[in-house]
């Protein structure tokens, strides 16, 4: 992770050093901050933010979902200062993290007596689940922690206060030796990972949960389009534990963790026990999307404009 010269704080960028909140933010003590994932990666064309649009339009649905009605910046405003902050910073490829924050107003659990504040950070990050998990595929244990119900936590909503569920079974994962989490749904079904979609591959037919007990990732929509332009059924229902155990392929996909194979479930060796070639295909189109040489980079790339630089505060 290579850290950033500057932050976007509340439409000025100022230094890394100054990017700092105080002990009585009311967003530290309730979690009560909205955030994004984004990429933006280095294409023939100079930098280009994947989908930068649907994951602003997300982030604003996130606050809504919260209960903020009046939204500190609209999208157009959001997606500029994106732009500025990765320009500020000169990176070609970064991971881009807005968050929203309840910052003032003081404690108590009235969000109407709260301000809103919204920073944009942006660094340096390589694949999530490390590049040997890209090549090979990951291994994964089913959690023991439950994931969000649909009427308790909100699952449609980056809610920080709800990123506690996936700590916890991420670390409880890593700690037991495995990569990553799957997390069942109150009911019992596969909903998702602590911080991707999953699907499986079986037939050359490929499953995914529906999206009524998910976080409706960006990075899922577009590998359920790139595998219908190349041909493959996907079909959106209900998953259970044990046809994970006995697909023939099962990938996730997230912005920080892209498209990354499992080769092994609750020790079970799933397929063949390395990246299939459904995965391997969905992950090639998708990579060379993101570089701006597949057929949906034009719609899907918001190439960062040249624009005026802004001053640093
Ligand atoms: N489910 C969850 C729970 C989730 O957090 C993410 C993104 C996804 C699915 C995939 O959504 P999308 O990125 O739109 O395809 N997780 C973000 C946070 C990761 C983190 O560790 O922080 C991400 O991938 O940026």
């Known amino acids: ?32 901050a909205v955030f994004e994932g984004i990429r933006c990666y280095d294409t023939t064309k100079g930098p280009a933010v994947f989908r930068l649009r649907e994951h602003l339009q997300r982030f604003i649905n996130s606050m809504k979902i919260l209960g903020i009605e009046a939204v500190p910046y609209d999208l157009g405003t959001l997606r500029q200062a994106v732009h500025a902050t990765i320009r500020a910073n000169a990176f070609e490829s970064c991971y881009i993290r807005p968050l929203m924050y309840m910052a003032e107003g003081g404690l108590g659990l009235n969000l109407d007596n709260l301000v809103p504040a919204v920073g944009i950070a942006v660094w340096d990050w390589g694949n999530f689940l490390g590049d040997e998990g890209l090549k090979k595929g990951i291994r994964a244990m089913v959690s023991s922690f439950t994931r969000h119900h649909p009427n308790i936590s909100m699952t449609k909503a980056k809610i920080s206060g709800n990123y506690v569920n996936s700590v916890m079974a991420k670390t409880l994962a890593i700690r037991a030796g495995f990569d990553e989490a799957i997390m069942l749904d109150p009911e019992g ?123 640093v505060a």
């Open 1 to 32: 992770m290579t850290k950033s010269e500057v932050i976007w704080m509340n439409g000025k960028l100022v230094p890394y050093a100054e990017a700092t909140v105080h002990f009585l933010t009311p967003a530290m003590h309730y979690g009560l």
């Open 189 to 311: 079904f596969v909903a998702e990972c602590s911080g991707e979609n999953i699907f499986l591959v079986r037939d050359n037919t490929i499953y995914t949960p529906p999206r009524a007990i998910v976080l409706e990732g960006i990075t899922r929509d577009a590998i359920i389009t790139i595998a219908r332009d190349l041909g493959y059924r996907v079909i959106e229902e209900l998953i259970s534990r044990d046809q994970l155990y006995s697909a023939d392929e099962v990938f996730v996909t997230g912005t920080a963790a892209e498209c990354v194979g499992i080769r092994e479930i609750d020790y079970r060796t799933v397929g063949e026990g390395a990246m299939g070639p459904v995965t391997s295909a969905l992950q090639a189109e998708f990579f060379q999307t993101v570089i701006g040489k597949g057929e949906r980079s034009a719609e899907w790339l918001d190439y960062v404009q040249s624009g005026e630089s802004v001053q």
